[in-house]
């Protein structure tokens, strides 16, 4: 990231999204599987603050028994930093994870270990569809987020396409397969047919795999998940 500061914010992004499981090393590899230092992600963000960026959020996902004992030191790091510390609840994304419910730390028991130690308060989405639950630190010193796919779903408002590196459109993050939007972006249609194709596309959906998530079972076409690393969070 301290490589690619500079590049970026030349190339007019706005808004980066970090992820971060947790400030101890041994901990943060084991979440990434990729052996992954903490102290590349910090200098990262650092870099991305020294270069101009302001609307930065990171992303931890809270795994129970295997990171919540991060929760309260995550929040000390960024609190007053002018990040944005978002807290996710561990999500059965992909195939290979290994999830159940069982390592599932609700929101609600995330917030209330913050609020015991640092009071927080409940704020207004900045838009109808917004993912993330907002809150504020009550003394004024930044705001946290809460994901709650599992515990509280939200598909009924869901907005998010994702495309994958292939150049597949999903339309949901636990599709089981894609469009083809590569052929269709690389073909002499128009941007009106284009965007009209994608329009029939999505309102043809009827994804709402959170809120089924119960009734899918290991071996069941859920199995198949497109995994996230393919297409983003
Ligand atoms: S499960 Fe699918 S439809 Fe539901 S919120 Fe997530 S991405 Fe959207």
Not at 103 to 126: G, T, W
Not at 130 to 139: H, I, L, S, T
Not at 200 to 229: L, P, Q, V
Request: proline share 2%; aromatic share 10%.
């Amino acid at each position: 990231m301290r490589k690619k500061a500079t590049a970026l914010k030349a190339a007019d992004l706005h808004r980066l999204t970090i992820s971060l499981d947790g400030l101890n090393d041994e901990i943060f590899k084991k979440m990434n599987d990729v052996n992954f230092p903490v102290t590349d992600v910090l200098d990262g963000i650092a870099a991305a603050q020294e270069v101009g960026f302001t609307n930065i959020k990171v992303n931890m996902v809270v795994k129970k028994g295997t990171n919540d004992q991060e929760i309260i030191g995550m929040a000390k790091h960024f609190k007053g930093s002018g990040v944005t510390l978002r807290f996710i609840e561990f999500m059965d994304v992909g195939s290979s994870n290994g999830w159940d419910m069982s390592q599932v730390l609700p929101s609600q028991e995330v917030a209330n270990r913050i609020n015991a130690i640092f009071p927080i308060e409940s704020i207004e989405a900045n838009y109808p569809g917004e993912v993330a639950q907002r809150w504020r630190y009550v003394d004024g010193s930044g705001e946290i987020g809460f994901i709650s796919s599992v515990t509280q779903t939200f598909c009924h408002e869901c907005t998010r396409a994702r495309i994958s590196t292939d150049g597949q459109m999903y339309l949901c993050l636990f599709a089981n397969e894609g469009f083809d939007f590569k052929t269709l972006l690389r073909s002499d249609r128009s941007d009106l047919e284009i965007a009209n194709a994608i329009m029939f596309t999505w309102s043809g959906r009827n994804d709402h795999y959170s809120e089924i998530r119960g009734s899918n079972t290991a071996g069941s076409k859920s199995s198949c998940k497109i995994e996230m690393s393919y297409i983003g969070g």
